[in-house]
T-cell receptor, first 113, second 115 residues
Framework: LAKTTQPISMDSYEGQEVNITCSHN???????ITWYQQFPSQGPRFIIQ???TKVTNEVASLFIPADRKSSTLSLPRVSLSDTAVYYC??????????????FGAGTRLAVHP | NAGVTQTPKFQVLKTGQSMTLQCAQD?????MYWYRQDPGMGLRLIYY???????DKGEVPNGYNVSRLNKREFSLRLESAAPSQTSVYFC??????????????FGPGTRLTVT
């Protein structure tokens, strides 16, 4: 199982770009990197997923270096509504590997006015 | 299209009581999952069902039973509730989307308190 390490908490201000880095030194060849967002009293919500290099969607970007031992979730111009917990998960999801994914404590992002 | 629904939203039980948490998905997904989340913690997998008719234990199965009633429904039963089972319970179901990603859809959760 690929263990992940991410900061426990981060603070930012509205309009700033936020980068959250996740370390996953023992990532396996078939593993994908997936990020989820969770607001209080809600279930996690999928943000972005990638295997290598850079992935961008309407919400965020995901940067993955060539060795894939870490990844960085980038949230452009955050607003107060981006205050949430962000989870980094690593696993072979396309082969039905969700049972092996581990949601750690995540990173609590607080966005201030 | 409601996605993943859970009932009830809230429940208070006394120690020793039993109850069943219901989960249903209308996305025609094969697999379904039950997680629990304790305050300030990440989610931990209780049980999962890879397909209709199959169930398997996750990380923390003790004290729980599950039933995959059909493709849509996956229930979680607490036979004799204990205070340690006070938690928020999430049901989830993953799928590959046409965007080429595989994502897990979560229900709104059931907040359970055992006194």
């Amino acid at each position: 199982l690929a263990k992940t390490t991410q900061p426990i908490s981060m603070d930012s201000y509205e309009g700033q770009e936020v980068n959250i880095t996740c370390s996953h030194n023992n990532i396996a060849t078939n593993d994908y990197i997936t990020w989820y967002q969770q607001f209080p009293s809600q279930g996690p919500r999928f943000i972005i997923q990638g295997y290598k290099t850079k992935v961008t969607n309407e919400v965020a970007s995901l940067f993955i270096p060539a060795d894939r031992k870490s990844s960085t979730l980038s949230l452009p111009r955050v607003s107060l509504s981006d205050t949430a917990v962000y989870y980094c998960l690593v696993g072979d999801v396309f082969s039905g590997g969700y049972n092996k994914l581990i949601f750690g404590a995540g990173t609590r992002l607080a966005v201030h006015p | 299209n409601a996605g993943v629904t859970q009932t009830p939203k809230f429940q208070v039980l006394k120690t020793g009581q039993s109850m069943t948490l219901q989960c249903a998905q209308d996305m025609n997904h094969n697999s379904m999952y039950w997680y629990r989340q304790d305050p300030g913690m990440g989610l931990r997998l209780i049980y999962y069902s890879a397909s209709e008719g199959t169930t398997d234990k996750g990380e923390v199965p003790n004290g729980y039973n599950v039933s995959r009633l059909n493709k849509r429904e996956f229930s979680l039963r607490l036979e004799s509730a204990a205070p340690s089972q006070t938690s928020v319970y999430f049901c989830a179901s993953p799928t590959s989307t046409d965007r080429g990603v595989d994502e897990q859809y979560f229900g709104p959760g059931t907040r359970l308190t055992v006194t």
